[in-house]
């Protein structure tokens, strides 16, 4: 009995102390149970909303294939147009070799024209005195323009008179005709008259 009392006391403390490690586990076990049930309780949540970004992803999805068959389409725009490109470049690089060619030939027409301007500049200091004499003679000749419009004037004023007397001239001219006829045929009037009747 003594052996059996000796062998059951070491394992009453021994489950004593179990208990006494159990205890704290257990503790930890509920507060990982509750932790558990917290975490639970967030998931709901997360999930409806992962539901939510679900239903919302589809037609951006849907949006993205619309948009990665509309690159596909630009892409295979795009291929024609970098040939077309190619081609206009290539057309291009005679036009640019033309273009340098008429900026060198401008080039030598503007160093051909400096010298000539250099010629210009003391013609024109020579042009101007001769300009500016020919505006001092406008500025005579408009007063003698005035004075010539002026004997127009008169003459125009005179011819007016003339032409009337000229019509009378004329008139007179034609009855002075009219009268040296008359006069004329006098003579042959007076012939056949008796010697006695004419004049002595």
């Given at each position: 009995?003594?052996?059996?009392?000796?062998?059951?006391?070491?394992?009453?403390?021994?489950t004593r102390s179990l208990?006494?490690?159990?205890?704290?586990?257990?503790?930890?076990?509920?507060?990982?149970?509750?932790?558990?049930?917290?975490?639970?309780?967030?998931?709901?949540?997360?999930?409806?909303?992962?539901?939510?970004?679900?239903?919302?992803?589809?037609?951006?999805?849907?949006?993205?294939?619309?948009?990665?068959?509309?690159?596909?389409?630009?892409?295979?725009?795009?291929?024609?147009?970098?040939?077309?490109?190619?081609?206009?470049?290539?057309?291009?690089?005679?036009?640019?070799?033309?273009?340098?060619?008429?900026?060198?030939?401008?080039?030598?027409?503007?160093?051909?024209?400096?010298?000539?301007?250099?010629?210009?500049?003391?013609?024109?200091?020579?042009?101007?005195?001769?300009?500016?004499?020919?505006?001092?003679?406008?500025?005579?000749?408009?007063?003698?323009?005035?004075?010539?419009?002026?004997?127009?004037?008169?003459?125009?004023?005179?011819?007016?008179?003339?032409?009337?007397?000229?019509?009378?001239?004329?008139?007179?001219r034609k009855e002075m005709?009219?009268?040296?006829?008359?006069?004329?045929?006098?003579?042959?009037?007076?012939?056949?008259?008796?010697?006695?009747?004419?004049?002595?």
């Amino acid at each position: 009995m003594r052996s059996i009392c000796n062998e059951i006391i070491p394992l009453g403390n021994e489950t004593r102390s179990l208990q006494n490690e159990i205890l704290p586990i257990q503790n930890e076990m509920r507060s990982l149970q509750n932790e558990i049930l917290s975490l639970r309780n967030d998931i709901i949540p997360l999930r409806n909303e992962t539901r939510s970004l679900q239903n919302e992803i589809l037609p951006i999805q849907n949006e993205m294939r619309s948009l990665q068959n509309e690159i596909l389409s630009l892409q295979n725009d795009i291929i024609p147009l970098r040939n077309e490109t190619r081609s206009l470049q290539n057309e291009i690089l005679p036009i640019q070799n033309e273009m340098r060619s008429l900026q060198n030939e401008i080039l030598s027409l503007r160093n051909e024209i400096i010298p000539l301007w250099n010629e210009i500049i003391p013609l024109w200091n020579e042009i101007l005195p001769l300009w500016n004499e020919i505006l001092s003679l406008r500025n005579e000749i408009i007063p003698l323009w005035n004075e010539i419009l002026s004997l127009r004037n008169e003459i125009i004023s005179l011819w007016n008179e003339i032409i009337p007397l000229s019509n009378e001239i004329l008139s007179l001219r034609k009855e002075m005709r009219s009268l040296r006829n008359d006069t004329r045929s006098i003579p042959n009037e007076i012939l056949p008259l008796p010697k006695d009747i004419l004049p002595l």
